[in-house]
């Protein structure tokens, strides 16, 4: 059996695959088996999935139908058979290291999960450029065992993804911990992140990144009016998974409220404009319902967020204007800070263009 299986979710990215792949590959961590599967592309990429299989029989392809990222994903978790299971999309990579050193730590502490930081990258003129995203501001939440149920800290500041780290096959399908399948590919790790953390007993967070995930992929959703709402129906799912769990209800839905403020802002943010004012709408609704739930018990809550939530419930429309002004200003500064630098570019004996 293999120590880690790794799944693939592959739909239309032939320009990254190869690279992928060839990451996965050259694991110094050898004993993992590689499961990728095609949610009906319409590129090359089965055929690069095939090429690859016929080389190496640790890859094993799988081909259907599309059904959106969720339903790629559980395919592939009903399909393993490792010890522990990772992700990568198939528009990242991973350094050569990531299992092998992830995967010791995992056995060494007995964890349900085990997760590290990741470099954001972009390409720009041939060259890669990169930043590192942390999961902590201090070095004291790294390389300790944590319960979640104990520290919320780790709800609070880690980034929702599933790919930066490896989780036991076994704790997966105890707690019958599983993607969303809504259709597309957005939002879906909120909840597989929510469902694990809600679960696990024994975790860990390492100080070191081994994960490139790719920012600058064209083919972005956050212009589809189809995915607007993609946020709403993945913490619908998380809400059913709370619910369907009474003692995990009590111990996190302040947690899930909070949460869910900032994922519905972070989309806000990140959708086109002409979208934006019935966007907020439907939060005002949303956060109506969630301060209901909690009974006027609001303490422990982030106050920013429980200050915000109540602005937007009180007048969405007053929260998306003064928004739009405030944003406009901040675009209006940055424009007059870029303006200045030109011009002291162009200064007598600057570089002239």
């Given amino acids: 059996m293999a120590i880690v ?3 693939v979710p592959v739909y239309n990215t032939e320009k990254y695959l190869k690279q992928c792949i060839k990451s996965i590959l050259k694991q110094t961590l050898t004993d993992i088996e590689i499961i990728c599967v095609d949610d009906g592309s319409t590129d090359s990429s089965p055929k690069i999935l095939d090429s690859f299989a016929k080389k190496d029989n640790r890859i094993k392809v799988i081909h259907k139908s599309n059904a959106g990222y969720g339903h ?3 395919t592939g978790i009903r399909n393993a058979k490792g010890e522990f299971i990772g992700v990568v999309d198939s528009d990242d990579y991973i350094s050569a290291e990531m299992y092998e050193e992830l995967f010791k730590k995992a056995r060494e502490h007995d964890l349900d999960f085990i997760k590290s930081d990741f470099y954001e990258i972009r390409s720009y003129r041939g060259k890669i450029y ?10 004291e939440m790294y390389d300790n065992v944590i319960a979640p149920c104990d520290n919320s800290n780790v709800f609070n500041y880690v980034t929702m993804n599933v790919w930066t780290g490896i989780y036991k096959r076994d704790f997966i399908l105890k707690n019958n911990i599983r993607f969303n399948e809504s259709p597309g590919a ?16 024994r975790i860990m967070f390492i100080d070191k ?7 600058d992929n064209p083919k972005s959703s956050v212009n589809d009016r189809s995915k607007v709402y993609d946020i709403v129906g993945e913490y619908d799912f998380i809400k059913r998974f709370l619910l369907s769990h009474p003692a995990e209800y009590e111990k996190f839905i302040k947690i ?4 869910k403020y900032y994922a519905y802002m972070d989309a806000y943010r990140r959708i086109g404009g002409k979208f934006r004012l019935d966007f907020i709408r ?3 609704e949303e956060f109506s319902k969630d301060l209901e739930s909690l009974r006027c ?15 937007i419930s009180d007048c969405p429309e007053m929260y998306y204007y003064e928004r739009t002004i405030d944003d406009c200003n901040r675009q209006y500064e940055q424009m007059q800070i870029d303006r200045d630098l030109i011009k002291s570019f162009t200064k007598k004996g600057a570089v002239s263009c």
């Fill in 256 to 259: 899930y409220v909070i949460q």
């Fill in 5 to 7: 299986s790794v799944l």
């Fill in 297 to 311: 018990d609001y303490k422990e809550l982030d106050e920013h967020a429980f200050t915000e939530m109540l602005r």
């Fill in 282 to 284: 439907k939060c005002a």
């Fill in 186 to 201: 957005a939002f879906q790790d909120n909840g597989f992140w929510f469902q694990a953390l809600c679960m696990a007993k």
């Fill in 209 to 215: 990144a081994f994960y490139r995930y790719r920012k």
């Fill in 72 to 74: 790629t994903v559980n």
């Fill in 130 to 139: 990169r930043k590192k995203i942390t999961s902590f501001e201090t070095v």
